[in-house]
């Protein structure tokens, strides 16, 4: 007698979310320095139908949260962490900006090795291209 295969976490969450009949949820990846351009994505992105999540703390710009270095450097592997779970639960990523930075860079390979489609404002700085 054959038993069925179990879901991989990956399958229970995509099972789960079509269950839920949830909307299509998009990760804005991109450098920092276009949080404004994430926004204008967000507002898009959204307005399309779609959940998103992106980035929520800008670490260049001052804050109390961060304005100690100590501090900064651990809230930053929390940030990248935080990150990467968003892009898991996402159905696609869109990088925003023209430029890739090291961050965004592991970001995109990250979303491509969960298979995710990777969507670019500025296709010509795919790293994949």
Do not use: N
Request: charged share 30%; proline share 8%.
């Amino acid at each position: 007698m054959s038993y069925p295969r179990p879901l991989t976490p990956e399958e229970s969450l995509a099972d789960a979310k079509k269950r839920l009949s949830l909307p299509r949820i998009v990760a804005i990846c991109g450098s920092t320095r276009f949080m404004a351009e994430m926004a204008e994505a967000d507002l898009r992105e959204t307005e399309a139908g779609k959940i998103v999540v992106k980035p929520g703390c800008d670490l260049k710009s001052p804050h109390e949260l961060w304005s100690d270095p100590v501090e900064a450097e651990a809230l930053k592997v929390r940030l990248d962490d935080l990150h990467r779970a968003k892009i898991r639960l996402a159905d696609d990523v869109l990088v925003v900006g023209d430029y890739i930075g090291d961050s965004t860079r592991a970001e995109i390979g990250y979303a491509r090795s969960l298979g995710q489609p990777v969507r670019f404002t500025h296709p010509e700085v795919d790293p994949g291209a």
